[in-house]
């Protein structure tokens, strides 16, 4: 495989098969072949909780092709599926499973959140054998490379997976320094990885698991909480995800301290008419309240001066990336509210709060 | 014919107002319908046609080992290029296919099997030609800079030889095309400077170094002392790639009867009147699926101009609605065999070397009925 990978990713292959590349030519052959693009197959689906009338939430193990570069627990990976065959949608997820290296299994932990497309497809319909599309890993939210000799671990709801992922990786390299990992979930039933967490508690390694359910009487986040579990937590390196009050809350405690590391992924904010909320135009900084109108003229009214053609949709020469927020086809009427999308900004009015790059 | 061009400009079209308007919302009606019933149909089809093309490919270059099935290494090749010129390349790039999120099919990613670059072609096709389709002095695509396709362009001495001129650029299309975007002939006329070009030369010349390089060197040189015949046969497919995209462009804007249109009556003009121009600058030509497909569908070169980013192959279902609203407005619908349509574009070329108008040659066609009534 390294001599073919060698040859794959040659010069002389690059150039035979010029414009489209060697991948275009591989994918029709074997899927799992590439030179360049990453791709996996799902190799395994398996709930990890299943409470009645919530979300499931599912673990999806992946196997990528020799392509993917391996990750660094705590990264998260962009994956795009073609539900029905058709339209590919693409979402960031987090992964589970412990570092990576060049071609390695990994898994991604999820909760099929009743709105997402991609979420709900890859835990309730997704089976083996379906292939997915996937960034490189990506994200700084990880250990340093000395880990240090205490560590402190605080997340919410899924937010838990790439902490998880971290200390899984921990637990594999035998570290015998003092971890705390503290989780809140809404209930026991919706505590994602129980079992495990609960043979870290039992094991030992230093490792201090609280799980917390503040809904059944367990104390709230708090800098006294922390303090009394953690002596002095301001100065422990401590990594935090979960959803944005959780964070806000973790914040608050931390009082800027450089210890702190958060990430966390705020929903899309929507609004109901279309001339409310504000325009961000990513690149230039520019921000303005939503008039309403096409976003090439809204851009053009800040002064900027966006690369455009027909000015009616027909020729793509406008087309921007849409990183938030819902737009509306003024053409279609459609509306269309998926991350990272590219619209074109001639025939595309936003609809409450939006960010494109332009 | 220019008793018609006039017969425009005063009257702008033979609909009212409210007529143009009706017309372009029945367009607009079929454009929706069409969008919101995209799937998996349109996206198994074109990934479907991008296997095929590479099929074609890879058995035309094996075959050039074998020296006795060298006209079918030749034919094979010819029909991967021209699939990947037509049905493939010339509709991805006008994002048709954008909303599959495939980036391997996505209008900003692709780039097709000829010297010209996808960038800059989708520049002057995609915004240039479809915006101002016909408009006199804004669509280059009339006479590419080089013939004479009007009658309404002034005559000059240089035009005499319109036929040998059509001839070249058949011959050497994909160059024609590629020089296309650097707008020669408006460097002649000094509306525009070499400095203007300077950005457009390193795209241009990676694109020709790449494509000679795999055509006329590497691959031929993969096949030893089969070289030469190899070169020939890579250069006989480009040949006929250029020679086939050639005529069905020219049949789709420049047989009998198509319209074209001055600058001053497109000013400000409704979503109904640029419908109506689209659908009097162009024209169709018959066949059978397989002749569509090879064209990429460019045989309804009507319906692609009226919804160029729609996913061509639902042109022929779009086609019969298209001439059912026609009949409804009286208006022509241009469209005729191959072999019809190639001797009406001939003929135009052949007269446009010559001076004068040329209103009493060749039979009168709907068109020239409709406008001028």
Redesign the interface.
């Given at each position: 495989m390294g001599l073919a990978d060698t040859i794959l990713r040659s010069r002389?292959v690059a150039?035979?098969t010029?414009?489209?590349g060697v991948?275009?030519?591989l994918?029709?052959v074997n899927p799992m072949w590439a030179a360049h693009e990453v791709r996996a197959r799902i190799v395994d689906v398996h709930r990890e909780v299943d409470v009645p009338g919530h979300p499931p939430v599912a673990t999806i193990t992946l196997q990528p092709t020799s392509t993917w570069r391996g990750h660094r627990a705590g990264q998260h990976v962009q994956l795009?599926v073609?539900v029905?065959?058709?339209?590919?949608?693409?979402r960031v997820f987090t992964i589970s499973s412990p570092d990576s290296r060049q071609g390695d299994r990994f898994t991604i932990t999820l909760r099929a959140n009743p709105d997402g497309v991609v979420s709900r497809f890859l835990v309730e319909r997704a089976r083996p054998g379906t292939m997915v599309h996937l960034s490189q890993a990506e994200g700084d939210f990880v250990l340093p490379d000395r880990v240090p000799e205490q560590l402190l671990f605080v997340s919410g709801g899924s937010g838990i997976t790439p902490v998880m992922s971290m200390l899984r990786s921990l637990q594999r390299r035998t570290h015998r320094g003092q971890v705390t990992f503290l989780h809140y979930a809404q209930s026991p039933e919706h505590q994602i990885f129980a079992a495990e967490l609960d043979e870290v508690r039992r094991s030992g390694h230093g490792t201090d698991v609280h799980l917390l359910h503040p809904e059944l009487g367990d104390p709230n986040l708090s800098p006294a909480f922390l303090e009394r579990l953690v002596p002095g937590y301001r100065d422990v390196p401590t990594w935090a995800c979960g959803p944005a009050p959780m964070i806000e809350a973790v914040r608050g405690a931390y009082d800027d301290s450089p210890a702190l590391r958060v990430e966390y992924f705020q929903p899309p904010r929507t609004s109901g008419t279309s001339a409310e909320g504000d325009v961000a135009f990513a690149r230039s900084g520019v921000e303005a309240p939503n008039t309403g109108a096409p976003l090439l003229e809204q851009a053009e009214a800040a002064g900027l001066t966006p690369e455009f053609?027909?000015r009616?949709?027909?020729?793509?020469?406008c087309?921007a990336l849409k990183r938030e927020g819902t737009v509306r086809n003024v053409?279609?009427g459609?509306e269309s509210s998926l991350p990272d999308e590219?619209i074109r900004v001639c025939v595309s009015a936003p609809v409450g709060d939006c960010v494109v790059d332009l | 014919m220019s008793t018609r061009t006039k017969k425009m400009k005063s009257n702008n079209t033979t609909l009212s107002d409210e007529d143009l308007e009706r017309f372009g919302e029945e367009l607009d009606a079929i454009r929706q319908r069409v969008l919101a019933d995209l799937g998996e149909q349109d996206a198994a089809y074109i990934r479907n046609v991008v296997k095929r093309r590479q099929q074609f490919e890879v058995a035309g270059r094996l075959m050039f080992y074998v020296p006795p099935l060298w006209p079918f290494a030749v034919a094979s090749l010819s029909i991967s290029k021209i699939l990947d010129n037509m049905e493939i390349g010339h509709n991805v790039m006008h994002g048709q296919y954008d909303w599959m999120g495939d980036p391997g099919l996505n209008s900003r990613m692709y780039d097709w099997d000829t010297v010209c670059p996808g960038e800059q072609w989708k520049h002057s096709h995609n915004y240039i030609h479809h915006t101002y389709t016909n408009i006199l002095g804004k669509d280059r695509d009339i006479g590419y800079g080089i013939l004479r396709m009007d009658e309404d362009q002034p005559w000059h001495p240089y035009y005499l030889g319109n036929p040998v001129y059509a001839t070249l650029l058949m011959l050497f299309f994909e160059w024609g095309v590629a020089l296309h975007d650097l707008e020669v002939e408006n460097i002649v006329s000094g509306q525009r400077s070499h400095a203007d070009n300077k950005p457009l030369y390193p795209g241009l010349i990676r694109k020709i170094r790449n494509q000679t390089l795999k055509d006329y060197l590497l691959f031929p040189a993969l096949t030893g002392p089969l070289f030469p015949l190899t070169l020939a046969g890579n250069a006989t497919a480009n040949l006929v790639r250029n020679i086939w995209a050639f005529n069905i462009i020219f049949c789709g804007h420049f047989p009998a009867g198509v319209a074209t249109f001055h600058q001053d009556e497109c000013e400000d003009e409704t979503r109904g009147h640029w419908y109506y121009r689209q659908l009097l600058g162009s024209a169709n030509i018959t066949g059978s699926p397989l002749f569509h497909v090879m064209s990429g569908n460019l045989s309804h070169q009507i319906e692609h101009h009226l919804f160029p980013d729609l996913p061509a192959r639902r042109y022929p279902e779009i086609a019969v609605e298209v001439r059912e609203i026609c009949e409804r407005y009286d208006l022509p619908y241009n469209t005729g065999g191959l072999s019809q349509q190639l001797f009406s574009v001939a003929r135009k070329i052949c007269r446009m070397a010559l001076p004068g108008s040329s209103k009493d040659s060749g039979p009168a066609t709907a068109t020239d009925d409709v406008l001028a009534a």
């Open positions: 002389a150039a035979l010029s414009p489209q991948d275009r030519y994918e029709h795009g073609e029905d065959g058709a339209r590919r949608t693409t053609g027909c009616m949709g027909i020729c793509f020469s087309t053409l279609s459609e590219e | -």
